[in-house]
Every structure is written in structure tokens, then in C-alpha cells.
């Protein structure tokens, strides 16, 4: 697939599963770490205007002089913004005039694709490009924390699914020695998969499945959230403050756990893969079961030994710079680099996660409280 075709197809991609919202859904803001769907549609179409079209194109036109301050998320070297709490403020522009700004950028970007585009505006749009499907995968987390904090628990077509957990889980051998981790080829990656570097790894032996929603309703049941010996200092005091006893979206009716789902209200399956958890109830319930979370650099040395892509998978890795990590010059040296203290790296992909824009080297990072993104975990001893 060319380039051009790469961004038409994202481009068209983001309006086909944004179809079953209504208007009113938008511009919902629940929660700080939630954006708005109508926030993601033009922020990454700024994206796409502020770093390539006015970069590239002579006498480029500006669809709106103040969708800049609206739309830009955290590149503090692009100007002012509107803040990240207030995103759910913003009724105005419109649904209709976001979508007007996502043609009309789309536009001038495929016309400028037909001309003779250099290797940095090409790698620009391609950083772009899978920006785009990121926010395509933020959406699907968002717009479940919008209706699954709503009393009547709404569904919308998609197309996610789980697959079941094939259980008791299996454990692979890992040898100890020297392992290649990052990025080894020409293919994109981000810039923080770059630093091609060996560790020392011991022997481990990690589980070749997910952990299943069976297994953590026993450690609900056996008074995981209640045994502090269980917890981080951190996580424990995370759970008393919030008041959390099960994983996000779980419900009690009737002595049976039920579920939000995109698909409405459900009762949980129990053969499939526990997930919307914080990295504190991760490493609880590892604790509890007398092992631990794979470290980052164990997780991709062992990839390609058992399926993943299921749920993010938490690790016991914070997230740091590989050596040699350097950041771009301006804006986009903002991408990755500034977020690396105080947060935790999840590795592998999500049934969310858009075709091919996963791989074995991928390094996602959250905070070690956030639960409403698809993750799970998987076991090492």
C-alpha cells in the first residue's frame, strides 16, 4: 500500500467507526483522561495541517485560525491550547465543522501526496499516519468510559471481540543470556524503540496465555483487594481512595460479576482474558498467585514464542530511554521522550489496536493507576 493510500485509508477509517455515535456523544468529557471523540477527529487533523501542510505547502491556507489552540493536545513548541480538562467544554465547533476541517485537510494533503513529496514530509505523514491510529485506538477506550458511565449502559456497533482463554495456561522456557531488544528494521517504529541494544536475561519461564477472568474472580474472591501484604504502597492507597474492589466496568448483580462491554451489559465470560486493569492490580494478583509481571525486555525476548495482541500486557519495566535515545528538534521531539518518568510499559497490542500498527517492539506506557485502556496480564516465574 502507498503512502497516499495509507492515509486515506486511516483517514476514512476513523469516520466508518465513529458512524454508530450520535451528535450528542462527541463532545462528552467524563473524566480528565478522557478525550472527546470530537477532540481526536481534529486534533489528528491538526496533526496533519500544523506539521506538514504548513511546513510544505506554499501559500497553505489555514481551514480555521483557531483550531490550532483547540485541537493541539501537549506540543508546548506549537503555541498555547486549550487545557486537557476543558476539551468537554468546547460545544463549539460543531460536529459538522470538525468533520468540514477532516475534509478539507484531508484534501490538501492527498493533492500534495501527487507532487513531488520529500523523505522528511513522507516520514512526517507516516508519523501522522500512525498518530491517527492511536487516536483511533483512544477512541474506543473513550467512547467506552462515555456509555459505560452512563445509567442505562448504551451499546455501539463495533467489531471487538475477545478470544477465549485456553486454560490451565502453559508455561515456556526461556534460557538465560544475551538479547537483542529494539527495533532492527526499516520499517516505521517510534522513536522510542530505537537504540538497538542487548540485556542479560536469567531463566524464566512465562505463561503462554493471558491471565482469564475465572482466575482473577478467585483472587476477588480469595480478598485480594483486602490484603494490603498484596499491594504496592501506592496501589493500596490507590484502591482505598477510590473505592476499588473489581476491575473497571465490573458489577455485582445478584452474587454474579457483570460487565460493560461496547456490546451493553453482560454477565463476565469466564474463559476470557481479564482486562481493564492498573498496573497495581497486575502486580497484586501476580503477588498472590507467588509470581510476577515479565519485565519489558523478557516480554519481547519471549514474543515470538506465544500469541499476543489480545490486551496490552502490563510489565514490570518503567518506562526510560534506550541508550542512545535522542529526541527531534522541536515539536515532535515531544512525542515520546518528555512522557518518560512515572509511567509504566505495557507491550504487545489490543483487540482495538488498528491492523498493523502492532509489533513485537512497540513500547505503550501508561501511569500505573490508568485502567480504562485494554489491558491485561501475563505471568512469569
Known amino acids: ?23 450528542e456523544d ?3 468529557q467524563p473524566a480528565i483522561f478522557v478525550s472527546p471523540p470530537k477532540w481526536h477527529l481534529a486534533h ?29 493536545s501537549y506540543y508546548n513548541n506549537a503555541g498555547e491550547r486549550v487545557l486537557r480538562p476543558n476539551r468537554g467544554l468546547m460545544t463549539r465547533p460543531s460536529v459538522a465543522s470538525v468533520y468540514a476541517y477532516r475534509d478539507y485537510v484531508t484534501k490538501q494533503l492527498l493533492t500534495f501526496l501527487d507532487t513531488a513529496v520529500s523523505e522528511e514530509a513522507k516520514s512526517i505523514i507516516a508519523l501522522g499516519i500512525n498518530h491517527e491510529q492511536q487516536h483511533q485506538e483512544l477512541f474506543y477506550y473513550d467512547i467506552k468510559y462515555i456509555l459505560g458511565n452512563q445509567p442505562t449502559f448504551p451499546s455501539i456497533q463495533n467489531n471487538l471481540k475477545l478470544e477465549p482463554v485456553i486454560s490451565p495456561s502453559e508455561f515456556i522456557n526461556i534460557s538465560e543470556g544475551l538479547y537483542t531488544i529494539g527495533h532492527q ?42 490484603d494490603f501484604n498484596l499491594w504496592h504502597a501506592e496501589g493500596w492507597d490507590f484502591i482505598q481512595q477510590e473505592d476499588i474492589k473489581a476491575p473497571l466496568y465490573w458489577h455485582k448483580v445478584n452474587g454474579v460479576w457483570h460487565q460493560y462491554t461496547l456490546n451493553g451489559f453482560q454477565e463476565v465470560p469466564k474463559n476470557e482474558p481479564v482486562m481493564h486493569l492498573s498496573f497495581y492490580e497486575a502486580f497484586a494478583f501476580a503477588e498472590w498467585k507467588g509470581m510476577r509481571l515479565p519485565t519489558e525486555f523478557e516480554w519481547e525476548a519471549a514474543s515470538s514464542k506465544f500469541k499476543w495482541g489480545q490486551l496490552w500486557e502490563w510489565t514490570y519495566s518503567a518506562y526510560m530511554p ?57 505471568l512469569v516465574k
Not at 489528528?44 to 490550532?68: I, P
Not at 529526541?327 to 512515572?342: H, R, S, T
Request: net charge negative; glycine share 6%.
Open 1 to 23: 500500500m502507498t503512502l497516499k493510500d495509507q492515509f486515506a485509508h486511516t483517514r476514512e477509517r476513523f469516520k466508518t467507526i465513529c458512524e454508530p455515535l450520535l451528535t
Open 26 to 28: 462527541y463532545s462528552v
Open 44 to 72: 489528528s487533523t491538526w496533526f496533519f495541517e500544523q506539521f506538514v501542510l504548513q511546513k510544505f505547502v506554499a501559500d497553505y491556507t489555514v481551514f480555521s485560525e483557531d483550531f490550532a489552540y483547540l485541537f493541539n
Open 185 to 226: 528494521s526499516d520499517s516505521f517504529c517510534y522513536d522510542n524503540e530505537q537504540g538497538v541494544h542487548q540485556v542479560y536475561l536469567q531463566d524464566f519461564q512465562i505463561s503462554k496465555n493471558l491471565v482469564s477472568n475465572s482466575e482473577y474472580i478467585a483472587f476477588i474472591e480469595a480478598g485480594g483487594y483486602q
Open 322 to 378: 534506550y541508550p542512545n535515545f535522542t529526541k527531534a528538534e522541536g515539536a515532535l521531539g515531544e512525542y515520546n521522550g518528555k512522557f518518560m518518568v512515572n509511567q509504566m510499559v505495557l507491550r504487545g497490542a489490543s483487540i482495538a489496536t488498528v491492523a498493523n500498527h502492532s509489533r513485537a517492539t512497540y513500547r505503550n506506557f501508561f501511569h500505573a493507576s490508568m485502567r480504562w485502556q485494554f489491558s491485561g496480564l501475563r
